[in-house]
């Protein structure tokens, strides 16, 4: 029951399965609403000491910041941070997916601190499928265990 008040949502990136938290809201809500007028209503009091119809124009700012804030922390919260898979991308264009994982990949490959981490479960494709995936020319590979 009380799970649709948790602000995020437990899950797994799809390509490496590192578990992971996501913000559940993408927009706005009632509360956000809510906060927007009363920050607009505070502002209204802190310049003009009374009522004045420019309120309407500070809660319009006050409503886009916050749907900037809110999206902005969704769409950051999408992106794996281990392997750098970014599913919105990934449906967008595959092959800048990829791309943005190997770099990744490859920084993480890189960086000491990495050394003595858990390594990723990233998926493992077969010698045979990965000859006939780069000879069909259908993409580059990310990772390839063996």
Not at 41 to 68: G, H, K, T
Request: with cysteine.
């Amino acid at each position: 029951m009380f799970a649709l008040f948790k602000p995020k949502h437990n899950c797994y990136c799809a390509f490496c399965k590192t578990p992971r938290n996501i913000y559940r809201k993408k927009n706005i809500g009632v509360m956000n609403i809510l906060a927007s007028a009363m920050a607009a209503v505070v502002i209204m009091f802190a310049i003009w000491q009374e009522y004045d119809p420019r309120v309407m124009i500070a809660f319009v700012v006050c409503l886009a910041i916050s749907e900037i804030f809110v999206q902005i922390r969704w769409r950051l919260s999408v992106v794996c941070r281990a392997c750098g898979f970014d599913p919105i991308m990934y449906v967008k264009d595959p092959q800048a997916a990829a791309e943005k994982v190997k770099v990744q990949l490859d920084r993480r490959k890189e960086d000491p601190k990495y050394l003595l981490a858990k390594p990723l479960n990233l998926p493992a494709i077969a010698p045979k499928k990965a000859e006939a995936l780069q000879t069909k020319g259908k993409g580059k590979l990310v990772s390839r265990s063996i």
